[in-house]
C-alpha cells in the first residue's frame, strides 16, 4: 500500500510539475507575442514617419521574436518598395501570402506587380483580395485592377475599374485622375480635358489635375484654358509652395503666348 500511495505522490508531482511548466511556456509566449507586436508597431510608425532605417530596425525584431506573422513580412515588403528594391519586395510579399496573408497584402502584391509590368499575375492577385468583402480598401484593388487594365492595352475594363473604385469611394478623386491618365495613353485627349476640368471645378486646389491638363494643353493653343484654372488654384491653395509653382507656370504659359 505504501509503494502504491508513494507512485501516486510522484505521479501528481510530475504532473503538477508539467502544468507548472506548460503555464511558464504559455507566460514566455504571451510575453513574446507582446514585444512582436510592440516592435511590429513601432515599425509602421516609423515608416509613416518616414524613417525607413528605423522601421527596417523594428521589424526585423519583431520578425526573428515571431518570424514568418504576415503582417509583418508585408510590412518588411512595402519598407523594400520604399527603399526601391522591387525584388526584395517581391520576395517578402510572397512569403506572406505562403503564410496566409489577408487581401490587405494580395492587395499590395498586386500593385508592385503593376510596376514590375507583370499585368496579368498583378490581377490575379487582386481577385483574390476582392474574394474577402470585409476588406476596407476595395476601392484600392479596384484602382490597381485600372492600371493593370491599361497595361494590358483594354481602355474598357480599365475604365470600368477606375469607376468602381470612385463609387465605393465617392469623395475620393484619385481614380478620375487615373481615368483621364488613361484617356491620354488610348490618344482620347478631348475625353482627358473633359475629365480634368470636371475635377478642377469640383477641386480648384487639386494640384495633381492642374498638372495633368497642363502637361495636355502646352502648346494646343488653349492659353485662355490654362490661365483660368492656373489662376483659380493660385487663389484656392493657402499652400505657399504650391502658390509659387503655379505662379511659375502661369508666367511661363505668358513667355509662350
Not at 523594428?58 to 506573422?69: A, F, G, H, T, W
Not at 494580395?106 to 481577385?127: E, I
Request: proline fraction near 4%; include cysteine; charge should be neutral.
Amino acid at each position: 500500500m505504501k509503494t502504491i500511495a508513494l507512485k501516486l505522490i510522484v505521479l501528481t508531482f510530475i504532473l503538477s510539475l508539467a502544468s507548472c511548466q506548460t503555464a511558464s511556456e504559455k507566460r514566455l509566449d504571451d510575453n513574446a507575442d507582446k514585444r512582436a507586436k510592440l516592435h511590429y508597431q513601432l515599425g509602421l510608425d516609423a515608416i509613416h514617419k518616414g524613417l525607413v532605417p528605423k522601421a527596417f530596425e523594428e521589424l526585423y525584431i519583431s520578425d526573428k521574436i515571431r518570424p514568418d506573422q504576415p503582417d509583418t513580412l508585408d510590412a518588411i515588403a512595402y519598407a523594400w518598395r520604399l527603399r526601391g528594391d522591387d525584388k526584395e519586395a517581391e520576395k517578402f510579399y510572397k512569403k506572406a501570402i505562403r503564410n496566409d496573408a489577408g487581401p490587405a497584402t494580395y492587395n499590395n502584391y498586386g500593385s508592385l506587380l503593376v510596376d514590375l509590368g507583370k499585368y496579368q499575375k498583378a490581377l490575379d492577385n487582386l481577385t483574390i483580395a476582392l474574394e474577402d468583402p470585409r476588406y476596407r480598401n476595395q476601392s484600392l484593388i479596384f484602382m490597381n485592377m485600372g492600371d493593370a487594365y491599361v497595361g494590358l492595352k483594354d481602355l474598357e475594363k480599365a475604365v470600368e475599374s477606375y469607376r468602381q473604385a470612385r463609387i465605393l469611394s465617392p469623395n475620393w478623386t484619385q481614380p478620375q485622375i487615373k481615368e483621364a491618365a488613361a484617356y491620354i495613353t488610348f490618344n482620347r485627349p478631348n475625353y482627358a480635358q473633359a475629365l480634368y476640368e470636371t475635377i478642377l471645378r469640383r477641386e480648384p486646389a487639386n494640384q495633381e489635375a492642374l498638372q495633368g491638363l497642363i502637361a495636355l494643353l502646352k502648346g494646343a493653343e488653349q492659353d485662355m484654358v490654362l490661365q483660368k484654372y492656373i489662376q483659380a488654384f493660385i487663389d484656392a491653395t493657402p499652400d505657399k509652395l504650391q502658390q509659387a509653382w503655379a505662379k511659375d507656370e502661369l508666367a511661363l504659359l505668358s513667355q509662350g503666348s
